[in-house]
């Protein structure tokens, strides 16, 4: 196997890198803006309506999704923090660009709620409640993260499996 210049490795493995950071880091500052927002400006007892039924609506979320588990927060943000261990590190050595992006928008969505955890408000360790905001009635109180793990994570599952797939047949 020929080896590659040291300088095109670097530019190659900065550009890896990058297909996993930026849409991580992305994410991460659009959730954690938007919560500063919300807890800036949103009275959580007036949900300010927008339109049809989209309302902002400030929660805090001690538990998992849809509030499950709520004297659970310490296990749960210790589950997220092992989770997010391993997706930074499947991102980071993923070699499919797609797959790799997308791991990218899950960590970042993954990242959004754990730093709530660990530096909102809370009563020790790892009690940090999650900031939800964005309110359709119709479905349970969510944030920015959870948009990024709801619609990254299928279609990580997806594409991962049609890389699996297409290796297997070729």
Known sequence: ????????????MHKKILFFALPSLVV???DQITKSIAVAKLDPREPVELFWTLQLNLIRNPGASFSIGENLTP?????????SITIAYL?????????????????G?????VTDRI?????GFLSGEVVDFIDLQWWPIFNFADVALV?????????????????SNG
Do not use: C, H, W
Not at 75 to 83: D, N, R
Not at 91 to 107: A, H, I, S
């Open 1 to 12: 196997m020929r080896k590659l210049p040291l300088r095109l490795e670097s530019k190659q």
């Open 28 to 30: 991460l500052l659009l």
């Open 109 to 113: 969505g993954v990242l959004g709620n």
């Open 151 to 167: 619609i990254g994570l299928p279609l990580l599952l997806y594409y991962r499996y049609q890389v699996e797939r297409n290796l």
């Open 75 to 83: 296990i749960i943000a210790t589950i997220a923090i092992i989770a």
């Open 91 to 107: 991102g980071v050595v993923e070699t499919n660009f797609k797959v790799k992006f997308l791991f990218g928008v899950v960590f």
């Open 119 to 123: 530096f909102r408000k809370g009563d």
